[in-house]
C-alpha cells in the first residue's frame, strides 16, 4: 500500500469524503455555463476519419500523445513513466521537437501528458501554438501547478485540462503518496472553470477501488461543471513496485459492472463513450488498435504503444506497420493480457463504429448528448 507523505498541511480539516462536502469548497462562482465540449471536435474528427478512409489507410493515428519531459513533482505507486525513464528524466523535448512530433503524426487531437507537462517551462508557448494551428489539446495534470500556468495560457475552445483525480481527498492523496493534493488540484480545477476552460477528469481504477467513494467523485466533477469524467484501469507497469495493486482483465470487468451499472450513474457526465464503457464492462470485444495514439517522448515514438515500450523510434510510420501488431494485442502478448486502456480500446470502439451503423447511431447518440469522447491517454 502506498506511504502518504505530508506537505503544506497548515491545520488538520476533516477529509472531504461527500459530493456536498466538496461542493461547499470547490463549486466554481460566478460561472454562468460549464465551458462544454465544442461541437467542432465531432465534426473535424469526422472529416478526419473520412479523409483517412479515402486515402485507404487502415492504420493511422487519432490523437498524439505527446510527453515533453518525464520528471513529475509527485510519485504515484502505479506511475510507470518515472520508474521507465529515471535514466533520462531530466532531459525535455525542445518546443520545435514536440512540434514537429505533432505535425509528423498529423491526428488533429493532441494529449500532453508525461511526466507532469506543467512542469515543462516552455508550456506555455507549446498550447499557445497549438492552440493557434488548431489542434484540440488535453492537457493531462495532476494539478498542483495548474494555478500558475492560467496566468501564461488563456482558455480556448481548443483546449482542456485534464486532472487526474483517483477518488475524493483522503482515497486520492493515498493514490499519489502526498498528503494535500486533492484540495490543491480541485482549488485549480475551481479557478479554472470560473475561468472558462474546459475541464475533464481522468480517474484510473486500482485493487480495492471503492464504488461509494468513486460516486462522490463522479457527482462532485459533474456538478461542478467539469465537461467529462474519463475512466480506465491502471496497466501494470512491470517496473510498478506494488504489482499488487493492478487489476487482472476479469477482475477489472466485475469492478467496472459495479461501478458503472448503478442507476445513478446516468447523472454523471463521462467522456468515455457508450461502447467503450461497456468494453470495461466486459460486454464488447475488441482487438487493440493503439496505432491510434502514438506517443512521443524524449527517446522517440514508443513501439508499440502509450503503456508498452518494447523500443522507441524515430519514424511515427513504424507504429502503423500491419506486422507490428501481429505482435500485440490480447491474446498475442503477455504484456496485453490485462491492458484495458483508453489508446488501444476507445479508439477501438470508434474504428469498429464505423463499420457497423448499430454502434454509429450508440455512438452518435453519445456525442448529441454531449459525452463521447476520444479518451486523452
Ligand atoms: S502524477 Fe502522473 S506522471 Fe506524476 S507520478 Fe503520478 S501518475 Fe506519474
Ligand atoms: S493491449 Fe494495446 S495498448 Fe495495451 S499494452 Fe498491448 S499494445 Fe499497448
Known sequence: MATVQTIQVKKAQPKLKTAEEGLKEFMPEGMRRAPKRPVEIGIRLFAYLARQKLRGRKRFPLVTMLEPLEA???TCEGCGRIREYEPVIHRMLTVEEALAAVEASGAPIVSIAGGEPTMYPHLPELINELVRRKYFVYCCTNGILLGKMMEQIPPSKYLSWVI???????KHDVSVARRGVFRIAMRAAKKALER?????SNTTLFRGADKKDLHQLFDLVTKMGFEGIMISAGYDFAMAPDQEMFLKRKESNALFQDLLDDESIRQFRF???????????????????????????IQGWRVPCYPLADRHTQDVN???????????????????????????????????????PKDMVVM???IIAGKSGVGAS
Open 72 to 74: 513529475c513533482n509527485l
Open 164 to 170: 487526474h483525480l483517483d477518488g475524493m481527498e483522503e
Open 196 to 200: 472558462g476552460y474546459r475541464v475533464c
Open 271 to 297: 467522456y468515455n463513450n457508450p461502447l467503450y464503457l461497456d468494453f470495461l464492462k466486459g460486454r464488447r470485444h475488441y482487438q487493440c488498435t493503439a496505432y491510434s495514439n502514438p506517443t512521443y517522448t
Open 318 to 356: 513504424e507504429i502503423f506497420k500491419p506486422e507490428l501488431w501481429d505482435h500485440y494485442g490480447p491474446g498475442k502478448n503477455p504484456k496485453c493480457a490485462n491492458c484495458m486502456m483508453h489508446c488501444g480500446f476507445e479508439s477501438a470502439t470508434i474504428f469498429g463504429a464505423l463499420s457497423n
Open 364 to 366: 452518435a447518440k453519445g
